[in-house]
Nanobody, 120 residues
């Protein structure tokens, strides 16, 4: 069984910063891509940032230059450093990862989500 557990959400004023963490645990042979998504009330879930196992990153245009994704492969953890936060960044942030649990599979897993609220 594989679990993704996010932490680090909260309430912050506009212009502030937060750092989200997502730790994978359980039966893990290899973690491939890791991603952060977000979903605001009444909106579809959108990709915020992604990072391959080789370190290639991509970001949504709305967060480029403000958010940074990183990962610690030794800890099976992905981070999202969020700077210069805006009220429109308010959403539930979800961690997603492509994990091979046994050496010949690849399956997507989701965390439970963490709330980020940015006040104006």
């Amino acid at each position: 069984q594989v679990q993704l557990v996010e932490s680090g959400g909260g309430l912050v004023q506009a212009g502030g910063s937060l750092r989200l963490s997502c730790a994978a645990s359980g039966r893990i042979y290899r973690i491939n891509a890791m991603r952060w998504y977000r979903q605001a009330p009444g909106k579809q879930r959108e990709l915020v940032a992604a990072m391959t196992s080789g370190g290639t990153t991509n970001y949504a245009d709305s967060v480029k230059g403000r958010f940074t994704i990183s990962r610690d492969n030794a800890k099976n953890t992905v981070y999202l450093q969020m700077n210069s936060l805006k009220p429109e960044d308010t959403a539930v942030y979800y961690c997603n990862a492509d994990i091979d649990p046994v050496g010949y599979m690849n399956r997507g897993y989701w965390g439970q989500g963490t709330q980020v609220t940015v006040s104006s």
